[in-house]
């Protein structure tokens, strides 16, 4: 960035010497909030919140979800492409989902949550993290990177095991722990 910060001895502190760009303190700043982005309130797609839905939020997975990037992604696999948005000269933010589903709406809202600060994400049901008999969601959204309330990411590592589902009355039902 080239600026020379002019402080040489401890007497300085806290005077104005440093010349300090308002555009650098801003990237700064962002590159801090970057990390910590919270979860928008609710689901992108079907814009319920996660008691409404339970489960966790998923913010990506192989074939759904977004993410800020350094440069420009496009392409891959035909059947899910990935693309990206530009939202200034060196951040992207790079859409995954099945061809078609971006639409110019659902990129706008996306937009607005990332200029906001906050992170999109995707419930169980609209991540298609439910149960194959009875729809209700599955207790863990193995494969996915999931939000939590402060911001916090996590991998829920695919294993190659049936986590069950939430609902008692179903065969495939499993009790989880908190
Ligand atoms: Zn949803
Ligand atoms: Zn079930």
């Known amino acids: ?3 020379t910060l002019h402080i040489k001895r401890p007497s300085h502190i806290g005077k104005q010497f440093q010349n300090v760009y308002r555009e650098d303190i801003q990237a700064a700043k962002s590159k801090i909030l970057n990390k910590k982005r919270k979860p928008s309130c609710h689901c992108l797609l079907c814009e319920k919140t996660i008691d409404e ?5 998923i913010v990506v997975q192989k074939t759904l979800g977004t993410f800020s990037s350094k ?12 693309l990206s948005i530009k939202m200034d000269d060196d951040n992207f933010i790079v859409l995954r989902g099945k061809k ?20 999109p994400w995707f419930c169980h049901k609209c991540a298609y993290k439910t149960c194959h008999i009875c729809g209700e969601i599955m207790n863990n959204p193995i494969g996915s990177d999931v939000i939590y309330d402060d911001g916090c990411i996590s991998h829920v590592a695919a294993l190659g095991y049936n986590p069950g589902c939430v609902n008692d009355s179903c065969e495939n039902y499993k009790k989880w722990g908190k």
């Open 1 to 3: 960035m080239g600026n």
């Open 53 to 57: 839905i339970g489960g966790k939020r």
């Open 71 to 82: 440069s420009y992604l496009g392409g891959g696999d035909p059947d899910f492409p990935e």
């Open 100 to 119: 078609g589903m971006w639409t110019d709406e659902l990129i706008a809202k996306v937009k607005e949550i990332y200029s906001n600060q906050e992170r």
